[in-house]
C-alpha cells in the first residue's frame, strides 16, 4: 500500500469551483491506475474519475464535462479539478490508488459499490466538498 493525502476541499456556492490535490506520494501516479471517489452520508462510496499511468481519463457520467482528473508526475501529485459543483456533489473525496495496474477501466453507468472501488487497494482519509444552493 501507498500514503494517500488528499487536500483543497472545502464549501463553495453552486457554480463554483474546486481543485482537489492527492500527495506527494511515492512516484505513484506514473506507476498506477489512480481514482477519485466520493461519499455522501447515507450513500455508498462512487467512483468520480480515474486516470491511468498512458494518461487515459475515465469519468463518471455525473461529472462528465465539469470535473477534471489530472496528474503531475514530477511531483506526483494527483488533482481533481471541479467546475460547474452542484449541491449534490457534496460529499467526503478520497484519493485512491489501484497498484496492481497501470491502466484503469471504464467507470460504469452504475459507479458505486465494491466492483470498481474493490479494485483499488490504498486510500486516503478523504476531504470534504460541500456547495450550497
Known amino acids: 500500500q501507498v500514503q494517500l493525502v488528499e487536500s483543497g476541499g472545502g464549501a463553495v456556492q453552486a457554480g463554483g469551483s474546486l481543485r482537489l490535490s492527492c500527495g506527494p506520494s511515492?512516484?505513484?501516479?506514473?506507476?498506477?491506475?489512480m481514482g477519485w471517489f466520493r461519499q455522501a452520508p447515507g450513500k455508498e462510496r462512487e467512483a468520480v474519475a480515474a486516470?491511468?499511468?498512458?494518461?487515459?481519463?475515465e469519468y463518471a457520467d455525473p461529472v462528465k464535462g465539469r470535473f477534471t482528473i489530472a496528474k503531475d508526475n514530477a511531483a506526483n501529485i494527483l488533482f481533481l479539478s471541479m467546475d460547474s459543483l452542484k449541491p449534490e456533489d457534496t460529499a467526503m473525496y478520497y484519493c485512491?490508488?489501484?497498484?496492481?495496474?497501470?491502466?484503469?477501466?471504464?467507470?460504469?453507468?452504475?459507479?458505486?459499490?465494491?466492483?470498481?472501488?474493490?479494485?483499488?487497494?490504498?486510500w486516503g482519509q478523504g476531504t470534504q466538498v460541500t456547495v450550497s444552493s
Open positions: 486516470l491511468g499511468t498512458d494518461g487515459t481519463a
Open positions: 511515492q512516484n505513484i501516479t506514473s506507476r498506477f491506475c
Open positions: 485512491a490508488a489501484d497498484t496492481f495496474r497501470n491502466y484503469c477501466i471504464r467507470i460504469p453507468t452504475h459507479s458505486s459499490g465494491p466492483d470498481y472501488s474493490g479494485r483499488f487497494n490504498s
